[in-house]
């Protein structure tokens, strides 16, 4: 069965520390695989996928195909950055997406 | 990218009655989806809705419950109906952002049954 998984669903780290927000997903082919935020009162929004490779707000994540991992990760943890946080696969590219159930990051001073 | 607009935001709703909630898009787009978030979980998708078409529902959901129009390629509505508190959950549509740039969502409706 298709399926996400973060492990976590609280993960608290002080202010300039590392963060790794976990990621596993079930599925046999190609995956789609995107990282999304929700600021506290804001929408959800794309903050990752991982076809492009990039880097937002210091973000990175990468595809571990043999893990099947997507862990998203920042050197220095910002307040700003407290927030929900979900991974989400997209099989087959249809838009179809599956979210696991989400981490809490929380960045304290 | 794609800005969606979605109707109402919130609202408090009587058993047995139905709420049709309404996403609204800035430019033309071929699918858009229904999604519905329970209190404490995750994202699960309803419904995708094409234009002109059926809306095709995943498993556990189904049109009598959960009736969507797509009259046109910017506009879609999702109806609850006969609603119980257990409906009481935030639903969302959402709208891919560009084709390969992932999938935008609208702000949500935050319905409560009593």
């Known amino acids: 069965a298709q399926r996400v998984t973060q492990p976590e669903k609280l993960l608290s780290v002080f202010k300039g520390a590392p ?10 082919g190609s995956p789609e695989l995107f990282w999304y935020v929700q600021y506290s009162r804001q929408r959800l929004q794309l903050l990752l996928r991982h076809i492009s490779r990039e ?31 979900y991974c989400a696969l997209d099989p087959s590219n249809t838009g179809k997406l599956i979210f696991g159930q989400g981490t809490t990051l929380q960045v304290k001073p | 990218s794609a800005v969606i607009s ?18 609204q898009v800035d430019s033309q787009v071929t699918m858009m989806f229904w999604y519905r978030q329970q209190p404490g979980q995750s994202l699960t998708l309803i419904a995708t ?10 498993s556990g959901f189904v049109i009598d419950k959960f009736p969507i129009s797509r009259p046109n390629l910017t506009f879609s509505t999702l109806t609850v109906s006969n609603m119980s508190p257990e409906d009481s959950s935030i639903y969302l549509c959402s709208v891919e952002i560009g084709t390969g740039y992932g999938y935008t969502f609208g702000s949500g409706t935050r319905l409560t049954v009593v």
Not at chain 1, 19 to 28: F, G, I, P
Not at chain 1, 62 to 68: A, F, I, M, P, V
Not at chain 2, 50 to 55: F, H, I, K, L
């Open chain 2, 6 to 23: 979605q109707k109402p935001s919130r609202d408090i709703c009587q058993r047995g009655t139905s709420l049709t909630i309404q996403c």
């Open chain 1, 19 to 28: 963060v790794e927000l976990k990621c596993n997903y079930s599925y046999s």
């Open chain 2, 49 to 58: 809705a094409n234009q002109g078409s059926e809306a095709t529902y995943e």
């Open chain 1, 55 to 85: 880097s937002i707000k210091g973000f990175t994540a990468d595809l571990n195909k043999g893990e099947t991992s997507f862990h998203l990760k920042k050197p220095f943890a910002q307040e700003e950055d407290s927030a929900m946080y």
